[in-house]
């Protein structure tokens, strides 16, 4: 119905008496007030000033709003000093989890290190799981999963996808082939998955699909898994993104679409709207490029 900047014009014309007096008072030219007093006569349909010899004053109507245009003002005035007053109060720590492969690849992307240049109050701390931390009880801030969410206590966005396939070694490859397909696995040494690895999903679907399998070694990391395919010791599924990075393995399966899952960026609904985790979601948000280049390459 208007535009609060029009309001603001009328009240200046109150106070000051005339266009020229509230125009400076606003900063404005003369013209820019007439015109936005016109407007907003315009809009609401009541004529609220009067031309007088010796200037402007408030018609009847103008009058009979004055009292709730200046609690508008105040209104206003106290919205716009509370903004301010959160936008420079913020300080604190932002701890962020995600699992540990992710992490010197979030360091190197360089998002927090201008995240912590742009908001020098703010210090994110990493904490590092590979086991779903519970962001709605506490444990942390902010998260990095891969896997559709389960909590309707957390809100996020799909950054983008995770893909696993499976690899070996070239040492490994050199010594006992490569296997023709999934089935062909159970005739190969397998890296299983222990401890709080086994409610992930790799570690369910390596029995599902080869029951046979010949487990030779059981980690309760992905870095653990990693380092396991490269010593040569068998093979597993793994990241693309961490099994490409390394010179010394192959992808002997393609990717395998039951282990793809979508990378989310979560945080609890009642966090999202303070103002420490709101910068941090929405610096990461601005960036989508690199953060997808840190999370899968």
């Known amino acids: 119905m208007f535009d609060w900047n029009d309001l603001r014009h009328l009240i200046a014309v109150s106070r000051a008496g005339s266009t020229l007096a509230a125009a400076r008072a606003l900063g404005v030219n003369q013209s820019t007030v007439h015109r936005r007093l016109v407007e907003l006569e315009r809009r609401i349909g009541l004529g609220l000033v009067k031309r007088r010899p010796s200037g402007y004053r408030l018609s009847e109507l103008g009058e009979a709003l004055i009292d709730d245009l200046l609690a508008v003002e105040t209104a206003v005035?106290?919205?716009?000093?509370?903004?301010?007053?959160?936008?420079?109060?913020?300080?604190?720590?932002?701890?962020?989890?995600?699992?540990?492969?992710?992490?010197?690849?979030?360091?190197?992307?360089?998002?927090?290190?201008?995240?912590?240049?742009?908001?020098?109050?703010?210090?994110v701390e990493l904490v590092t799981s590979d086991r779903y931390l519970n962001l709605a009880e506490g444990e942390a801030d902010i998260a990095f999963r891969s896997g559709e969410p389960v909590d309707d206590r957390l809100v996020g966005r799909k950054v983008c996808d995770s893909v696993w396939a499976v690899y070996a070694s070239r040492s490994y490859v050199q010594k006992h082939g490569r296997p023709r397909d999934i089935a062909d696995l159970a005739t190969h040494a397998l890296i299983g998955f222990d401890g709080i690895m086994q409610g992930h999903r790799v570690a369910r679907w390596l029995p599902a699909v080869v029951p046979d399998a010949r487990i030779v070694s059981r980690t309760s990391s992905m870095l653990g898994?990693?380092?396991?395919?490269?010593?040569?010791?068998?093979?597993?599924?793994?990241?693309?993104?961490?099994?490409?990075?390394?010179?010394?393995?192959?992808?002997?399966?393609?990717?395998?679409?039951?282990?793809?899952?979508?990378?989310?960026?979560?945080?609890?609904?009642?966090?999202?709207?303070?103002?420490?985790?709101?910068?941090?979601?929405?610096?990461?948000?601005?960036?989508?490029?690199?953060l997808r280049e840190a999370l899968i390459g």
């Open 77 to 123: 005035g106290d919205l716009e000093r509370k903004i301010r007053s959160l936008k420079l109060d913020l300080a604190g720590t932002i701890r962020l989890t995600c699992p540990e492969p992710i992490v010197p690849r979030i360091a190197a992307s360089g998002l927090l290190d201008r995240f912590h240049e742009r908001y020098p109050g703010l210090l």
């Open 225 to 290: 898994a990693v380092a396991a395919v490269k010593a040569g010791v068998g093979i597993a599924p793994l990241p693309t993104t961490l099994g490409d990075a390394e010179d010394t393995l192959v992808q002997v399966l393609p990717p395998v679409e039951a282990l793809t899952r979508a990378w989310y960026l979560l945080t609890p609904a009642d966090l999202r709207r303070t103002p420490r985790i709101a910068a941090f979601v929405d610096w990461l948000l601005d960036d989508i490029p690199a």
